[in-house]
């Protein structure tokens, strides 16, 4: 991945299609996923982000209790990869 620091529009938009699930020809997440990116984006913001945020990403993403399903699992661990500065 590219280490220049991407405008936070770009950063939301590219996690929210993560988050939505990634398509060719697809260019915007739905209305649910780019809320559930910018709350994700907020904790994932600045030098901490990194894989040890994946169980928290996770768990934005699932909206869950913190028992994030294998799916959104995935997708936090894309978030962190992908958004690393
Ligand atoms: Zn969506
Ligand atoms: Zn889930």
Redesign the pocket.
Known sequence: MSTTTMARADVLREA?LI???RREGKTR??P???RKADAAIRHASGPELNTALVPRLADIICGSAGHPCAMCWDKATTLALELRP
């Open positions: 929210s988050i939505c699930g997440s739905c649910s996923c780019l």
